[in-house]
């Protein structure tokens, strides 16, 4: 009796019509429920698994279109050219001009990386060093290293320009409590200056982006932010003169005539 042949035109059938799918998926099209001869027909399609999700899902090179990173996403489903997040977070971090912090690289890859960056450097395929008290994740080639880890206390030395504030989204929660915290203690001019100075830092959308952070309305976000380019702010008041509600007159009762009797 001859061995069933499974063909593998069915999984690129699949692929073709829905982007990514599961091994369970896979494995129905395939019409077997054996993992290893579905695995074996994958290889022969060039398939990938992505990085995220754990690997659960897969799709064909002819489909992914990656980016300048070698990354690509479909439905919040991310896969990369370097293949497991491992090999991914490895190369992103080899190839960074000033290394990576970890939220930085989460931001990149859209993934949680710290495990993989501990297991990176575990097995010496990545280091880290403590730059301005926060572990950077550097190339394991000691002169890329070096480099990397100049170009970012270079960076830090900037007086006052460390870097747009991360977005909203991808702030840590105790970092945007703590700024949350911070900008509620200050009074209307210090809000509004404050917001202009992280708008500057962030360049193209920083008004908008502040005033999203900081529940400000966009108008006010670009006021502060005019204010200090053209150093026009007066240290002495906290609203501009005439700003603030009008005060009341008080109106005197006017007198009744005099009687005659």
């Known amino acids: 009796m001859r061995p069933t042949c499974y ?6 059938e699949l692929l073709g019509k829905q982007k990514i799918a599961t091994l369970p998926e896979l494995m129905i099209a395939l ?19 992505s990085y995220s999700h754990c690997g659960r899902y897969y799709t064909l090179d002819a489909i992914a279109d990656y980016d300048q990173h070698g990354l690509w996403s479909w439905r919040q489903v991310w896969f990369s050219r370097r ?8 190369t992103s971090v080899d190839a960074a001009e000033k290394g990576y912090f970890v939220e930085e690289l989460d931001a990149v890859l859209h993934v949680v990386t710290k495990d993989a960056l501990r297991n990176l450097v575990q097995s010496a395929r990545l280091a880290r060093d403590k ?12 002169m890329r290293r070096r480099k990397q880890i100049l170009a970012r206390r270079t960076q830090l030395a900037q007086p006052g320009l460390v870097g747009p504030m991360p977005e909203a989204d991808i702030l840590p929660e105790e970092l945007r409590a703590a700024i949350v915290l911070f900008f ?10 404050y917001a202009g100075l992280e708008a500057l830092k962030t360049g193209h959308g920083g008004d908008a982006h502040m005033a999203e952070l900081f529940g400000l309305h966009v108008d006010t976000v670009a006021r502060g932010r005019r204010e200090l380019l053209a ?15 009008k005060p009341l007159e008080k109106k005197l009762r006017k007198s009744l005539p005099k009687s005659n009797d």
Do not use: H, M
């Open 131 to 142: 730059v301005a008290g926060r572990w950077l994740y550097c190339s394991a080639d000691p």
């Open 184 to 193: 509620s203690l200050l009074d209307e001019k210090q809000r509004r200056l």
């Open 31 to 49: 019409g077997t429920n054996s993992r290893r001869t579905t695995v074996r027909k994958l290889r022969q399609l060039s398939c990938r698994s």
């Open 7 to 12: 063909s593998p035109d069915t999984v690129a």
């Open 231 to 245: 150093r026009d702010v007066d240290v002495e008041r906290i609203r501009a003169v005439g700003g603030g509600r």
């Open 83 to 90: 293949g497991t997040l491992l090999e991914t977070a490895r």
